[in-house]
Structures are given as C-alpha cells and as structure tokens.
Nanobody, 120 residues
C-alpha cells in the first residue's frame, strides 16, 4: 500500500506565496519522478512542475520563474514553492509520483488534492 498525502493549500492574496508538500508512504522501494498537477473548474488537469530522481526539473510556461519544485529523497517528499501567485493559479493541486514498490512493481499514484485559492 502506497499513499501520497498533500498539505499546504489555502487562501492567499494575489502576489502572495504558498508552499505545498506531498509525502509518500508505504511499501516503497524507490521513487522515480514526482510532480504537481492542477485542475481549475471547467478545465483539464495540467502539469505544473515535475522533478525526477536525478534532480532535473520541468515547469509549465505559466509558472516558470514563480514556482519552484524540490524534493527530499530521505523523506520521500516533494515540495512546490509558489511565489507571486495570481488569480489564475486558483485550482485544486494534485501530487503525482511514479513509484517502484518493495515488490518491484511500478505504478503512478495520485494524492487527494489540495485547494489553492488566490483572491483579494
């Protein structure tokens, strides 16, 4: 059993900052890629940022220069530091991880989602 638990969402004013966290737990052998997606009302889920085990990162153009993804391999945790937030960043943010379990099978897992609302 593998779980992803997210935290850190909330309400913030435009220009503010939030940090999201996502911790993976369970029968984990290794975690390959981890990332954050978001889904706004009436829109499709989109990739926000991703980081692979070697540390390489990838960002959506809309968040480059404002968001930073990082991971703590010892804690099986990925973070998303979000600065200069805009109303259009409002969405449910989902953590995703490509995990090899202790039985050496690999699956993609999703967190439960955390709401981020940017509004004055």
């Amino acid at each position: 059993q593998v779980q992803l638990v997210e935290s850190g969402g909330g309400l913030v004013q435009p220009g503010g900052s939030l940090r999201l966290s996502c911790a993976a737990s369970g029968s984990i052998f290794s975690i390959n890629a981890m990332g954050w997606y978001r889904q706004a009302p009436g829109k499709e889920r989109e990739l926000v940022a991703a980081i692979i085990s070697g540390g390489s990162t990838n960002y959506a153009d809309s968040v480059k220069g404002r968001f930073t993804i990082s991971r703590d391999n010892a804690k099986n945790t990925v973070y998303l530091q979000m600065n200069s937030l805009k109303p259009e960043d409002t969405a449910v943010y989902y953590c995703n991880a490509d995990i090899t379990r202790s039985d050496y099978t690999s699956f993609g897992y999703w967190g439960q989602g955390t709401q981020v609302t940017v509004s004055s």
